[in-house]
């Protein structure tokens, strides 16, 4: 492959492209289902709760890649941020499509039931929020996560924060402000409309 660098867990753009280019090329495929497999996997069970669904949808999302592979750009986002992009599209249709056939969810153990649902409420939509959320924030520097985390998500005082981390409430203010910012752009980079 090629050399890495400070990145967590990431390879330069030169590797992803390489990767993403060779998607028509079924070493490449593999290659790639060797780096994000596991995780896409995981992502998928989480969301669905059943692990036969959730192969299917990692299965389903490589195959979607494979055939869209000369839509991908690398200049706008890492192959693996393009794979959960795809694989979100994917959960979302075999959620909606066991939303349509609920006789389907009786044939396997009954993970969602999906009788209880509101009217046009999507049952993975919240999951899927979550980890988009979740993976966005992971992007963020350590200050700016802390504070978005603790005062935005947990819905404490800045002033609260601030002197548990023993700093001006302005400081927490900024970090909030620009991280909130920042993972705007992350979730634009992901393909997710906050």
């Given at each position: 492959m090629?050399?890495r660098?400070?990145?967590?867990g990431g390879?330069?753009?030169?590797?992803?492209?390489?990767?993403?280019?060779g998607?028509?090329?079924e070493?490449?495929?593999?290659r790639?289902?060797?780096?994000?497999?596991?995780?896409?996997?995981r992502?998928?069970?989480?969301?669905?709760?059943?692990?036969a669904a959730?192969?299917?949808?990692?299965?389903?999302?490589f195959?979607?890649?494979w055939?869209?592979?000369?839509?991908?750009?690398?200049?706008?986002?890492?192959?693996?941020?393009?794979?959960?992009a795809?694989?979100?599209n994917?959960?979302?249709?075999?959620?909606?499509a066991?939303g349509?056939?609920?006789?389907?969810g009786?044939l396997?153990?009954d993970?969602?039931?999906v009788t209880t649902?509101?009217?046009?409420?999507?049952?993975?939509?919240?999951?899927l929020?979550?980890?988009?959320?979740?993976?966005a924030l992971r992007?963020?520097s350590?200050e700016?996560r802390?504070?978005?985390v603790?005062?935005y998500?947990?819905?404490?005082?800045p002033?609260?924060?601030?002197?548990?981390?023993?700093?001006?409430?302005g400081t927490?203010?900024?970090?909030?402000f620009?991280?909130l910012?920042?993972?705007?752009v992350?979730m634009?980079?992901m393909g997710?409309?906050?």
């Open positions: 090629g050399r660098h400070g990145r967590r390879s330069t753009l030169q590797d992803e492209a390489s990767r993403a280019d998607l028509r090329d070493t490449d495929v593999a790639a289902y060797a780096a994000h497999g596991a995780e896409l996997y992502f998928a069970l989480r969301g669905l709760g059943d692990a959730a192969q299917d949808v990692v299965q389903e999302t195959l979607r890649a055939r869209a592979a000369d839509r991908y750009d690398p200049s706008l986002a890492s192959l693996r941020v393009w794979l959960f795809i694989a979100r994917t959960l979302l249709d075999h959620v909606r066991a349509a056939r609920p006789w389907q009786a396997v153990a993970v969602t039931d649902g509101a009217v046009g409420e999507d049952p993975g939509e919240d999951v929020r979550g980890w988009v959320v979740e993976e992007r963020l350590p700016h802390t504070a978005v603790e005062t998500l947990r819905d404490r005082p002033a609260e924060v601030a002197a548990e981390l023993g700093v001006p409430v927490v203010r900024s970090r909030v620009y991280g910012k920042a993972l705007r992350a634009d980079e997710v409309e906050p």
